[in-house]
Structure formats: C-alpha cells, structure tokens
C-alpha cells in the first residue's frame, strides 16, 4: 500500500493569523486543492476551505479587512509522510475529514493530501465494474435557476453545503457553479453580486451517465481533476450528481460489508472473491490471499477457481450451498496453491449481493501459520 508521501502534494498555500480574508481567498484560487493552512510560528493552529470563505462573506465578514486569526478556523486532522494511504480511509470514515496537512518526519508541514489523492492511491479493481453510477449518485440535487444572483448562490451552497449548485432552466441542463468559481470571481474586477447564475456558469463538456460503472467514473474524476460530476442522461437530462466523497463513502461502507469497491486491501484477512456461476471467475485477490495461496493477481485475475482445489467441484457445491443460506461461517477444504503445492485451510464464504445484480462470492481463509489444519 502507498504512503502518504507516494501520493501528497508539496505546495500547500498557507497563511498567517494575520493575512486577510481576501488575500486568503486569492492565494486559494490559485491552486486547485481548495483548503490552505494557518501557521503561527510554523505551528499549524488552523485550516480554512473554500465553504469557510463563503460562509463568513455571506455572514457580512468584509473580505478586504477581516484577517484570519479573527475568524473560527477549524483543527485539522493532521496526517505524516509515512503513514499508510489506508489509515486515511478510516479517518475518512470515522471522522469525516477530507483534507489532511502532512508533516515530514522533523514535524514540519510539507504537503497536502485531499479525495483527489486519496482515491489516485487506490489500485483499480475490477470489483468497480459491478457498481454502477445510478446506483449510488446524490438525487437530492442543488438545482438553482439562471436568475439567481450571486449572493442568492452563495447562500444556496453555504446552506446545502453540497460545494456546488447545477444550473436548470426547465428540462435543460445549462452547468454547475461551484465554491471555486464564485470565489473567483469575487476576485474579477468586474465583480457585482447583483451578477445571476446564467452569466457565472460553466458548461462544462465533462459529465457522466448513470449507466457507466465506477471504473469508468474513478478514470473519469483522475483524467479531469473534477471533485464533483453531474450525471446526466445521453438524451441531456439532469438525473443526479456524483462526487469523490461519493466514490470514499461507498468504499468506507463497502469495507464493513465485505465488498470492497476500490481496494481489496481493506480486507484484513486473506481474500478472494469470484463469480458464483460459470466458471467461477477469479474477480479481485487482496495481498494476503495471493501469498496464502501463492497467486500472482496479475495472472490470476480472471481465471476460475477450479484449478485451486483438488475436488474442482466442491465450488460449485459452494455455490448451491450460499445460493439458500448466503454464507458458511467454517469449512475445511484441502485447496492446490498457485504453485501447485497442497494445503488446508479453514475457509468462510459469503455470497454478496451488489446494486447491478452482478453477485460475487467473498471467500476468507486463516492465515497459513494458523489454517493449515487437518481436512480428515
């Protein structure tokens, strides 16, 4: 697995307690992470995002005379150069932190980690097939008209906190606004907030349909830097919005369900998982599995199971069994590792059922130093 300092980025914008609100919101708009850390002293005391700055504008806060150190920044979830991407994920999960400072090993601040980065360190399963865009997009959409002025945007974004608003005019989909764009252009000296939605948005060419599945959609967020993505049918209509938290709040849940959708190294036990029917197609195999059974995932992915015990049909008798009950908590089975060498592990099994219909058996064993027991 990757650590942080494999997949951060090193020029984070940082400010003082003494930089003022507009000349924050200026060095923000210069790079696309959309967050900056307050240092006293080279201390990290504070990080603002992009939300923060359009929530104290539309509170009143003139940007041009309040200063940071006058302003309720938030503590960040502080993270190190050589903690595991995976930690992140858990983080993630348990406190909802999206944007991480990162400090060397003499505790100094030398980069920053987002949902870009995160979901950039996680290898392409082939488990994201089986998830489709419609199955998990946000339909509670921050749909606006073109009439809306900008203060009105301003005050729709800070109030769903959503980071975005899309842009309708009856059935048409014209495009979205997010944070960044408004922030922007409160930065243009053209700026007037009497400005509507239909001159501020963007139409951007990059969308997605509800029937393309989450590989194609994790291509299509690292091929344009986007954090959020409207869904939107071939006919042109506006069904829903996908988003990178999307993408890490399914893989966060997929974890406790057995049914990783980006990493099958959230599994801490040795896994694989394949297809309950056919042949029983070898779909993905954690780091652990492979060296339980002596695979090599890059060969094995996409063959049966078959060829790995020494009664082939025992999966298929498998298969049957989950088919009725769904799981089997224990069984012994004498298997054939990748090298062709013999073994007994202790084996459970779990047929997960997916959004698409497109089902898989989630297969664990023990650990070789622990499984290896008797199959009589």
Avoid at 197 to 224: G, H, S, V, Y
Wanted: proline share 6%.
């Amino acid at each position: 697995m990757k650590l942080v300092r494999d997949c951060m980025f090193p020029n984070v914008v940082t400010l003082s307690p003494h930089t003022t609100l507009l000349e924050s919101i200026r060095r923000m708009t210069r790079e696309a992470a959309g967050f900056a850390v307050v240092l006293e002293n080279m201390a990290i005391i504070g990080l603002i995002t992009e939300y923060d700055c359009i929530k104290w504008m539309i509170q009143g806060i003139a940007p041009e005379s309040a200063r940071i150190g006058e302003l309720p920044v938030s503590l960040p979830q502080i993270v190190h150069e050589n903690t595991p991407c995976q930690e992140l994920l858990q983080i993630y999960y348990r406190r909802r932190f999206r944007r991480f400072p990162v400090l060397n090993e003499d505790e100094m601040l030398s980069g920053g980690i987002t949902e870009k980065q995160i979901l950039r360190a996680f290898p392409r399963s082939n488990l994201l097939a089986h998830y489709r865009v419609a199955d998990m997009i946000a339909t509670d959409l921050p749909v606006i008209t073109p009439e809306l002025t900008y203060w009105e945007i301003a005050r729709q974004i800070a109030q769903r906190h959503r980071g975005c608003v899309l842009v309708r005019e009856g059935e048409q989909f014209l495009g979205m606004i997010t944070e960044g764009d408004l922030l922007r252009f409160r930065l243009d000296p053209q700026w007037n907030p009497a400005t509507t939605a239909r001159t501020l948005t963007r139409a951007r060419p990059d969308r997605i349909e509800p029937e393309q599945d989450l590989l194609q959609a994790l291509d299509l967020f690292t091929r344009t830097g986007y954090r959020r993505m409207p869904v939107v049918t071939a006919e042109g209509r506006l069904v829903g919005l996908l988003t990178q938290t999307d993408l890490l709040r399914q893989v966060a849940h997929s974890t406790r369900s057995r049914q990783p959708v980006l990493n099958p190294e959230d599994i801490a036990e040795p896994a694989v998982w394949f297809e309950p029917d056919g042949e029983h197609r070898i779909l993905a195999i954690n780091e652990k599995g492979a060296r339980a059974m002596d695979l090599d995932p890059s060969q094995w992915v996409g063959r049966s199971v078959e060829t790995l015990a020494q009664d082939p049909a025992i999966w298929g008798a498998i298969s049957t069994l989950l088919s009725s009950s769904g799981h089997i908590t224990q069984i012994n089975l004498p298997l054939r590792t990748g090298s062709g060498s013999t073994v007994c592990l202790s084996c459970r099994f779990k047929l997960v059922h997916t959004p698409t219909g497109e089902d898989r058996i989630f297969w664990a064993m023990a650990a070789p130093e622990t499984g290896r027991d008797s199959c009589q």
